[in-house]
């Protein structure tokens, strides 16, 4: 079988996680502070709060920016269903705009039809690792006066061209960036999830909801040569990630820039082998863009069923996955009527597959996929 993704992991990972384990300290501690502050220097940003998943991320950004009852938040359906679920986690309403069908992010210009007098943010989705246009998108925030956070689940290591300068995603551009360490991510911490941001105000923030709202840190009660008694400033969550994860991902980290470089000439070589099959739509990287190729996602000829597709690889040892969902088809939100089209987001999910990627994969497996994929569609 081959799977559509893997995580690389070997004795190094392994080797990190046994001392965290013997150190005796296995919560939040030393392991994640030296995570956050490794992560931030390579992204480019000022500060990294460490969290239990990009779920929790999203969540805090929100929840840390003031988002609230009331409030309106434009962002894609066309996302994992997350990305909507944490606006409704602060009592908000997500606005569902449509995509541009050759890169599947958000249309800066049905972004700017959907901002009323009650939107409080913008909550741009770096699909499958490829960058949005997100000097668009800051611009737009930037002329209404409202934040722009960046659900960067999948793009660790991608980057993006800005005013001439290439910028790892993650600095900050917007307020707030938030990442993934799930398994299917580039790098893995198991479970896990990042913050970058440029304000220490914000950064604080993060570190006291994540916590309860506990004003002093165990890390800092356990060290302390006097007795201290902690306060608990504000309802907050246990949304802390654990030392042993960090120890993993500090691991992951090293090998981040590897794993980006060969993922890109996978990429590279399924655009050599499928681009020539007649009808099928190969991924669109803009000129300002690097992605990470977290995905690799084609869109199926006309009248070709996507179902049909995808059970003739299975059958032939090849895992696929269907274009990523769209929430406003999903129980939460399906009976709310739609303000926007989203004809878009409908044909990307119903017409594309995600292709297996990984960084162990060899060009025997490529070629594989890629001959599969040519006889399913010619029969």
């Known amino acids: 079988m081959i799977p559509i993704a893997l995580p690389i992991l070997d004795g190094e990972e392994g080797e990190a996680a046994r001392r965290t384990v013997l150190s005796g300290w296995l919560s939040q501690g030393p392991q994640v502070a030296a995570f956050e502050h490794e992560f931030a220097a390579l992204v480019g940003a000022s500060y990294a709060c460490a969290v239990s998943n990009c779920t929790a991320a999203l969540h805090l950004a929100l929840r840390a920016i003031g988002v609230g009852p009331g409030d309106e938040v434009v962002t894609a359906s066309h996302s994992f269903i997350a990305s909507a679920n944490s606006i409704r986690y602060c009592g908000a309403t997500p606005v569902f705009v449509d995509i541009d069908p050759s890169t599947y992010n958000l249309d800066p210009e049905r972004v700017a039809e959907a901002i009323t007098e009650r939107t409080r943010a913008i909550l741009v989705v770096h699909q499958m690792g490829m960058p949005c246009d997100l000097a668009a998108l800051k611009a737009l925030a930037d002329r209404h006066q409202i934040s722009l956070i960046e659900d960067a689940a999948c793009a660790a290591g991608s980057q993006i061209r800005i005013d001439g300068l290439w ?213």
């Open 167 to 379: 910028d790892w995603i993650g600095k900050p551009h917007g307020q707030i960036a938030c990442f993934s360490f799930h398994p299917r991510k580039v790098i893995t911490t198991g479970e896990g999830g990042m913050m970058a941001t440029g304000s220490v105000d914000l950064d604080q923030k993060f570190k006291l909801l994540r916590q309860h709202g506990m004003s002093v840190p165990d890390t800092v009660r356990h060290g302390s040569q006097q007795v201290i008694f902690e306060d608990y400033l504000e309802v907050g969550f246990n949304y802390r990630m654990t030392d042993m994860q960090a120890a993993i991902g500090r691991k992951q980290l090293e090998r981040l820039t590897d794993i980006v470089s060969r993922r890109r000439a996978l990429a590279g070589l399924y655009a050599e082998l499928l681009g020539n099959i007649e009808g099928l739509s190969l991924p669109f990287e803009p000129e300002w863009a690097r992605s990470n190729w977290q995905s690799y996602c084609v869109r199926l000829p006309d009248r070709v069923d996507q179902r049909a597709v995808m059970q003739s690889l299975l059958d032939q040892g090849i895992a696929t996955r269907r274009g990523i969902m769209c929430a406003h088809r999903e129980v939460p939100y399906a009976h709310e009527k739609q303000r926007h089209d989203l004809c878009q987001s409908e044909l990307a999910q119903d017409r594309s597959i995600l292709l297996p990627i990984y960084a162990q994969m060899v060009e025997e497996d490529q070629v594989r996929v890629a001959d599969a994929l040519k006889a399913t569609l010619r029969n």
